[in-house]
């Protein structure tokens, strides 16, 4: 197993000796809400993956060791902007609004961090934030966040005051700018809330100079349905995510044009390289030139060219995780050593789940389970107990519930999750949920996946998607895991589907879902409302 890599840090005696004296005890506990974007749980090593026990991530895993890692964690919506509006307010795309990227989120909504505000917390959000400009109104005491998607090199940051380049790597400078807000702005004898929301691994995958060549040359594991040919899943036959014939060469795989050569190969958006400093910029394609080199002189099939960049998407994108890894340790170090770890809850999470190529892909949005699951890790020493594993199902409405609580605030009427303090010792209530309902909207858009909804027990999945492509998919995880045969046809599980079927209808009418086709509605009707709308 995995599990060597869940080893203890050593130091923790003589860091905590050294420590300041204690700081004025608090009833009320800290929060420190570390998220990043894109972050697969296929390479978090507490997850046990095939690809992560390569590329581990042993500051992450410290958060499962001391506390609790969800087995089973879901998103609602697998897209950053949807996502990240769940979490801020415990609502279902649907009820809060924001249902695809690019639309504008109304800051003024109620959401967990204005409310601990309100309360006496002290909250700052530092990194990502996406949702339309900036956190302007959304009750955070104190904030500095990256333009829109954020860069890797040399970030644009917005604050209250403007906007500018801030020279660095963006995962470092998001970590630095929240251990200095931790160490001299925040008021010591509050609690607070701190949101830390890192742009990595998200694309176009770029490590830090310091990991460029960290994997580079490692041979991961190819997933065995990695050249995929999506038999009875159209609209996993018509998504453009895939490796070998989606990704940039240039922008996404750093690939170069020739033997020798530093130019890139297809690069569409040149911003995210012509903005690093000469130095950085040599020094980044400099490590990658022997292996570009080599790639170029050698002639290789269609097939050995897409193997090959499967290995140069993991090297990049596990690059990045490692960056974000040593930032969780940086932080779990701090709290340690300022002995705050005691009283603060960690949460380590991401806003959705993302294909290492499975099915070819990179990328989410499906309902398939690389990019409905997103890790989940929480530590809250007393509360948790340490190596625990939470099998009970979780979604992303069920954040801001938990905040309140532990804050000791009332619940809040508009939100749809539940507390996760109820499954903190892996024994649900017996009303807790047995399955979970998911909803995606961004059709067109970036990457063709069509809308769908479904559900997921803890043993079969039914999908269905709906607009130019109309189909139902129904999945039995235990036989099936890797979602390869969809069985809807077959006359052995019409009664289950019956049964899914029924299950959907009743999660839509409990979360208020009536957006898309009704479960009832023919395909046929579907296509046509689909047509009609545009
Ligand atoms: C960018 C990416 C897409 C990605 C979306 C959404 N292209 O547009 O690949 O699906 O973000 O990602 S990029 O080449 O411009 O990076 S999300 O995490 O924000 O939802
Ligand atoms: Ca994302």
Request: hydrophobic share 35%.
């Amino acid at each position: 197993t995995g599990c060597t890599t869940l080893e203890q840090p050593t130091a923790a005696a003589p860091v905590i000796a050294a420590a300041p004296a204690p700081l004025v005890q608090q009833s009320r506990p800290n929060i420190v809400f570390i998220m990043s974007d894109d972050h697969a749980y296929q390479a978090v090593s507490a997850y046990e993956s095939d690809v992560s026990r390569i590329a581990p991530t042993p500051n992450i895993d410290r958060i499962a060791q001391r506390g609790a890692l969800f087995e089973n964690s879901y998103v609602t919506n697998s897209l950053c902007g949807p996502s990240r509006a769940t979490m801020l307010t415990g609502q279902f795309s649907h009820m809060h609004g924001f249902t695809r990227n690019g639309q504008k989120y109304d800051n003024s909504r109620w959401n967990w961090p204005r409310a601990l505000g309100q309360s006496g917390y002290q909250t700052a959000l530092f990194g990502k934030w996406h949702l339309n400009y900036s956190p302007e109104g959304a009750g955070f005491d104190t904030w500095k966040v990256l333009d829109d998607q954020g860069k890797y090199y040399n970030p644009d940051v917005i604050t209250p005051t403007g906007r500018s380049a801030v020279e660095g790597y963006a995962t470092d400078i998001v970590t630095d700018q929240s251990l200095h807000w931790l160490e001299q702005e925040r008021d010591p004898d509050r609690p607070f809330a701190l949101l830390i929301h890192h742009k990595a691994p998200h694309r176009n995958f770029m490590p830090a100079i310091r990991h460029l060549q960290k994997y580079l040359g490692t041979e991961f594991p190819v997933p065995t349905n990695y050249f995929d040919h999506y038999d009875g899943r159209r609209a996993a036959d018509a998504q453009e995510m895939n490796i070998y014939r989606d990704m940039f060469e240039g922008h996404d795989l750093k690939m170069t044009t020739g033997v020798g050569s530093k130019e890139l190969r297809e690069n569409p958006w040149k911003n995210d390289f012509e903005r690093m400093t000469p130095q950085q910029r040599a020094e980044y394609f400099s490590a990658l030139q022997p292996s570009n080199d080599a790639m170029n002189a050698a002639d290789m099939s269609e097939r050995d060219m897409a193997l090959w960049k499967y290995q140069r998407y993991m090297s990049e994108y596990l690059g990045t995780v490692a960056a974000v890894d040593d930032s969780v340790g940086r932080v779990l170090d701090w709290l340690e050593t300022n002995g705050l770890d005691e009283n603060t809850i960690v949460v380590y999470t991401s806003d959705q789940g993302f294909y290492l190529g499975e099915h070819g892909w990179f990328d989410k949005r499906f309902m398939y389970e690389e990019s409905l699951r997103t890790p989940l890790l929480i530590q809250y020493p007393g509360h948790i107990a340490p190596g625990t594993r939470v099998t009970a199902p979780v979604q992303n409405v069920d954040y801001a519930p938990t905040f309140l609580e532990l804050a000791g605030l009332a619940q809040q009427p508009s939100i749809q999750g539940r507390t996760l303090r109820e499954v903190f010792d892996n024994s649900p209530p017996a009303d807790w949920r047995e399955d979970i309902y998911y909803h995606y909207y961004e059709y067109p858009g970036f990457h063709a996946v069509r809308a769908h909804y479904g559900v997921r027990t803890e043993r079969y999945k039914l999908i269905r998607f709906y607009g130019d492509i109309n189909a139902w998919e129904f999945y039995d995880l235990q036989a099936d895991p890797a979602e390869m045969h969809n069985r809807i046809d077959d006359p052995k599980v019409r009664s289950l589907v019956a049964d899914l079927k029924q299950r959907l209808e009743g999660l839509r009418a409990r979360y208020q879902d009536d957006s898309g086709p009704a479960v009832d509605a023919p395909l046929a009707l579907a296509s046509a409302m689909a047509k009609g709308r545009r």
